[in-house]
């Protein structure tokens, strides 16, 4: 019932990333999120959008809708300039239901939740606590390819071009992306194969579950033309992959796998 404002608001939040996107959150709802009860808000001043939360509760727990395994970020979306608000007025809807313990997972070290909703909880008596939950790398990329590796540390570059003119002898190489909603299905079985076979770590994490969702997704993104599914091939033989999501001005590396017999 609010996808339009949804999607008319996402652009004008801080917090506004792929995960967040209701294409996402539907995405995750239909695959894990039954043995939940959903609390969708929409914070609305003078009729006009300007804050949606995805909860979720769980017995006596309330966090976002979603899970750390299949999310980067987590937030909630708030338009800018109605934080002050938004997080007192979702803390006076709270105080109404009933829980013991919010979670709220996933959120950017910049997120207005930590600015705004921790010292309001704890004015409010709640106990808060805030843990640093994992590390994010990133890279504002250059303008050129010469740029990016000028950027790198000595060895670094001479590690990358090294590795580039072994490849480059193969008799045999090539990449590409796959896009196409055609070619997914089956471009997919392989990218799981490799994900499976360059990680034992990965391969306990690709529950059939789990495959289900990425394939779910993928084929969800790639109609919104937001799936990069990137292939290598040697000698005829796909032996590396990775899988990215554009969205605005970010290439998110959501996840990736190899042939470690061309680990060289």
Known sequence: EIRTDWKEIISSCTADTIFLTPEWQEVWWQEFGQQSETLLLKFQVEKEMAGIGCLARNNDVISFLGNRDVYDYSDFLVVDGHEDSFYNVLLD???????????????????ATLTFLVPLARERGYEVTVNQEDVVPGLHL?????????GLSKKDRHELRRKMRRLSTETEY??????SLEDLDNELGTFFQLMADSQEAKSRFLTPER???FSHMAHTMASLD?????????QGERVAAAMCF???????????????????
């Open 211 to 213: 495959q289900t969702f």
């Open 246 to 264: 554009d969205y605005g001005s970010v290439r998110f590396l959501y996840n990736s796998g190899f042939n470690h017999d061309f680990g060289y």
């Open 174 to 179: 090539n990449f590409y992306k796959c896009s």
């Open 142 to 150: 250059p303008a050129s390819w010469d740029e990016y590796l000028a």
């Open 226 to 234: 937001l799936l990069s599914l990137f292939f290598l091939e040697v």
């Open 93 to 111: 809807y709270l105080e109404k239901e009933a829980w013991e313990r919010l979670e709220l997972f996933s959120l950017p070290e910049d997120s």
